[in-house]
């Protein structure tokens, strides 16, 4: 597919960066020239230096026969019109990167009008992830498959851990739960394991299964912790707005701090139930007297890296709450992370990445099975991907062990029609209307026909 | 610095350079010269037996940064020649292996200097190899390779901007393999037309084999002692003539026009100073030589041929200009310098370079005037960054001192300072003939083995744009970081 993208910012950056490597023909366009030289030399795509919302800049880029424009520059309004100005040319899909709140409405009543296939809040969809780890905090990261029937886990085995050292078929055998570990990364090191695989602390593990089953496998281990219900957010920006309304409206506690006392009003303005403070997130005493121990969960959410990375450790030492911090850098995010010194990290790249992927694997197959969610995995080395069965399946009814699946490939879990959860073993097969979830180290699957060898 | 992946894109071009050479096989076959063979089979399975030991398994870590990219441009250009040169040696039909690698130096590097007296009595598929080198070489050797092997993920940018030449690399496709072969697809139906064009007009198929390539890679090989001029034929000089030009343009305003964007095209400013120049070297010249050939016309069919010739770096010739007035020679001298348009097969400074330089002149003349005046250098429509403008000053006073060195190192053949003079610059700007000694109907044979090597130097200098030649000698480029000591 030919896919132009306008801006190249972190956002843009991880598109260009998947987008070529699978195979696609990109374009960047961004103001900066000497960001789009730099673009041009890392990675194997053409580059137009200029403003990507004008006319002449996208007919120089051949707006007219691409597949797909994504713009990801810092401004709404020129997100806006560049793709306004690519429809009216002639392009097939438009994304946009859409983040103040007061357009959200009206981009329900006229996405159409403003030529838009589809608008992405990346504050938006990260604070939804933040909320989904805040409900299951012993894993590290939760994401979810087929309108969250099936759930994958990110676990860290730490020290003094009951699984350490357990072989996976035991496992399987003592506890009677349907669960999968569908990927474990150890070291720099990715296996996806069979039975005979035998956990190691620090090992990542990747667990597949519904949200009640894993409920109980965490309760059966005694590593279980309840839903978080008093959550306090350092920094009042608009990730932060949409995490409290999805934390209020679950029912927890908010309390939000930033030292901007007019950005606090309006805060508590706009969330009369949220505990609103003024004063500064980084000061020890603040948050003692704002009573951190008895917080469930610390997430810091300012425009910074690097505080959010002090403020976590500095919470993360000082209580035994989920600590969450978001961080856009990814260097700095696996500083942090691989060796455990903050519970879970989130950064709106990742998240904007995955949900524009996910549109373009669907683009690039309209006949047969879609893919309904992509997730990325193992730092991004893994997919998971949800596909939706079709009646154009190969094979539908088929038991798995008379199949011969390719290398790499794992079906982690079918959700049937009619609510039932299978962990899949040999005898098991797909129907037309299942969700199947599939684990793959191949990063370009897109059609479910192609995991047979 | 990433020597497995060095070693591996080395690896690929060495099995590329092998299959190529069997081309020349076939020639030997056709005309009969069993002798031959052998001289091609040998390096055959050298290049063969080195190129699987080090190009056979991709390394792990793919990754080329600049100066891998530019040390990769510059050896595979030295191994190439190295080991193009050796089917002349073991043929014998050049004894001494430095006129060998001269030779095919000269090939690769679209120069088209000689070494040889007597061309008439080389064999066939010698002959074929010399100037099948020049196409090969006019478009360079790794792009050819990027065109049909992939070698790393991204980042071949590198290596694409070390060999083409000119001041800024344009892609015309996002990815970098898709851009490789629309290039090679416009060099070679250009290349075909001519060669049938030739045929439709009588010429042999051989010869008009061996002109074409010279005239695709603006090299200037030909199989006649007296060049193109042996024909003494108008419509081979015009079709010749032609194509040099068509070749000293940008490939990328052929795929503007394939595209139908024509206001790109004859918007161009390069292109348009290209025709400028052209023209008014071609009357002046053909005013100045009128007397010698009578007519006008007649000046103007010998001044069109030559100045297409030189200018565009490729150095056929149809009459021996050395013995034209001052003028004409003097003209022509400058033409080698400016070259043909930038992103073309040609050598030479390049007319977008010259274009450049030029409005930057004008530009300080007019600050001097109102020193707080802000303006910009346009090119082509768009503002030239200041990057690219101070590259091109830069590149003019590294070639100039490429140039003084080689002038004065070369004057200790003591041979007269016309000679010398005009051999380095049409070394370094890849023409071929100069004048006195090494004039169109002369050769580079006197010079000594010292001479050949620095002339060989300064060719591929020229060819890559020195940056490459110049890394090579860079040791921060060759040297592996010294223990506990991190930094590069």
């Known amino acids: 597919m030919k896919i132009i993208i306008v801006g190249i910012g972190k956002v843009g950056r991880i598109l260009t960066e998947q987008l070529s490597a699978d195979k696609h023909d990109v374009i960047v366009i961004d103001c900066n020239a000497d960001l789009v030289d730099k673009t041009v030399n890392n990675y194997d795509v053409m580059g137009i230096a200029g403003n990507g919302a ?40 438009t994304i946009a990167r859409i983040r103040n709140p007061e357009y959200e409405v009206q981009l329900q009543v006229m996405r159409e009008e403003l030529g838009l296939s589809m608008a992405i809040n990346p ?76 956990l190691e602390e620090s090992d990542k593990i990747y667990l597949t299964a519904s949200p009640q089953d894993l409920k109980l496998l965490f309760q059966h281990l005694g590593i ?31 309390k939000i701090i930033d030292s901007d ?155 049937r029609r009619d609510g039932e959860i299978i962990i899949p073993g040999g005898n098991d097969y797909l129907l037309e209307g299942d969700d199947v979830i599939i684990i793959t180290t191949n990063t370009s699957l897109n059609d479910l026909n192609d995991i047979l060898k | ?37 052998s001289a091609f089979v040998l390096p055959i399975i050298l290049l063969l037996i080195i190129g699987l030991a080090i190009g056979i398994k991709s390394p792990n870590d793919n990754s080329i940064y600049a100066r891998e990219g530019l040390l990769i441009v510059a050896l595979s250009w030295v191994a190439m020649s190295l080991f193009g040169a050796v089917p002349f040696f073991i043929s014998g039909a050049i004894p001494n292996f430095v006129d060998c690698l001269f030779e095919t130096v000269s090939g690769f590097t679209t120069t088209g200097s000689t070494i040889l007296t007597d061309v008439e009595s080389m064999p066939y598929s010698l002959l074929f190899w010399r100037s099948f080198t020049h196409w090969v070489g006019g478009m360079g050797v790794l792009v050819f390779v990027m ?107 052929y795929y503007f026009l394939l595209l139908k964007r024509f206001r790109e095209v004859f918007r161009s400013e390069e292109l348009l100073t290209y025709f400028g120049i052209a023209i008014v070297a071609v009357l002046c010249i053909a005013a100045n030589i009128t007397e010698l050939y009578g007519s006008f016309v007649e000046a103007l069919r010998y001044s069109f041929f030559q100045v297409s010739s030189v200018m565009t770096t490729t150095g056929f010739a149809t009459a021996d200009f050395n013995l034209w007035p001052t003028f004409s020679k003097v003209i022509l001298v400058i033409l080698m310098f400016f070259g043909a348009c930038a992103g073309s097969t040609a050598g030479g400074i390049k007319t977008a370079r010259l274009v450049i330089l030029f409005k930057s002149c004008i530009k300080d003349l007019r600050r001097m005037i109102h020193p707080n005046a802000v303006s910009s250098i346009r090119f082509e429509g768009k503002t030239a960054d200041e990057k690219t403008v101070r590259g091109t000053h830069l590149y003019l006073v590294m070639y100039l001192i490429i140039f003084i060195v080689s002038v ?12 010398t003079f005009t051999a380095v610059a049409t070394c370094l700007n890849n023409v071929g003939p100069g004048l006195e000694i090494v004039g169109p109907m002369g050769s580079f044979a006197s010079f000594s083995s010292a ?11 020229g060819r890559l744009e020195i940056y490459p030649m110049l890394a090579l000698c860079a040791p921060a480029l060759w040297f592996k970081k010294r223990k506990n000591d991190d930094s590069e």
Do not use: W
Not at chain 1, 140 to 157: A, D, G, H, M, P
Not at chain 1, 387 to 414: C, M, R, S
Not at chain 2, 3 to 10: D, E, F, H, Q, T
Not at chain 2, 409 to 417: F, P, R, V, W, Y
């Open chain 2, 408 to 419: 004065a190192l070369l004057s200790l053949e003591g041979k007269d300072m016309i000679t």
């Open chain 2, 1 to 37: 610095m990433n020597y497995k992946m060095i070693g591996y894109v080395l690896g690929r071009i060495l099995l590329v350079e092998a299959a190529l050479m069997l081309f020349p096989i076939i020639i030997a076959i056709i005309y009969g010269e069993t002798k031959i063979i």
């Open chain 1, 224 to 254: 279980f912790r309840s839903r978080a219900s008093k959550v306090m957010i350092v920094g009042a920006s608009k990730m932060a707005y949409y995490l409290a309304c999805e934390l209020i409206s679950m029912g927890m506690k908010v």
């Open chain 1, 54 to 93: 004008s006319y002449d800049v996208q007919n120089e880029a051949n707006v007219s026969s691409a597949d797909l424009l994504i713009a990801t520059t810092p401004s709404d309004e020129i997100n806006i019109l560049a793709c306004l100005v690519a429809k009216k040319l002639g392009v097939k899909h």
């Open chain 2, 451 to 461: 001479g050949k090597l620095l002339l060989s130097f300064n060719m591929l200098a």
């Open chain 2, 147 to 253: 065109a049909v092997l992939p070698i790393s993920k991204g980042r071949t940018m590198h290596i694409m901007r070390a060999e083409v030449p000119g001041p800024s690399v344009g892609k015309l496709s996002s990815k970098i393999r898709t851009t490789a072969k629309i290039l090679y697809s416009i060099y070679l139906i250009m290349t075909l037309s001519e060669i049938i064009l030739l045929v439709c007009g009588g010429m042999p198929l051989f010869d008009s084999l061996i002109h074409s390539f010279g005239s695709a890679g603006t090299g200037g090989f030909s199989n006649k002692s007296l060049s193109v001029g042996a024909y003494n034929n108008a419509y081979f000089e015009i079709v010749i003539g032609v194509f040099m030009f068509l070749f000293g343009i940008n490939f990328n305003l």
């Open chain 1, 123 to 198: 504050e938006k969809a990260t604070a939804r992830e933040i909320s989904r780890i805040l409900r299951f905090p012993s894993a590290i990261k939760l994401e979810t498959f087929s309108n969250q029937r099936i759930e994958l886990v990110e676990y860290k085995i730490g020290k003094d851990n009951p699984l350490r050292g357990v072989k996976l078929s035991e496992l399987y055998k003592n506890i009677h739960v349907k669960v999968l570990i569908c990927a474990v990364a150890r070291g720099r090191q990715i296996y996806i394991p069979t039975g005979d695989f035998v």
């Open chain 1, 261 to 415: 006392e007019k950005r606090c009003r309006e805060m508590s303005e706009k969330l009369s139930k949220a505990l609103v403070i003024c004063g500064d997130g980084t000061d020890s005493e603040l948050l003692k007297e704002e009573n951190i121990e008895q917080m469930d969960a610390f997430v810091a959410l300012t425009g910074v890296d690097e505080t959010n990375i002090i403020l976590s450790l500095f919470a993360s030492g000082y209580t035994s709450c989920k600590v969450v911090a978001k961080i856009n850098r990814k260097s700095f995010a696996d500083l942090v992370v691989n060796d455990g010194l903050v519970d879970s990290v989130v950064s709106t790249g990742n998240v904007t990445s995955e949900i524009i992927l996910q549109y373009t694997r669907t683009m690039q197959n309209n006949t047969t099975s879609s893919v309904k969610t992509l997730h990325r995995i193992v730092n991004e080395k893994v997919e998971a991907l949800e596909f939706g069965v079709t009646k154009d399946l190969n094979f539908i009814g088929v038991a798995f062990k008379d199949l011969e699946l390719k290398d790499n490939i794992l079906i982690a879990a079918i959700a």
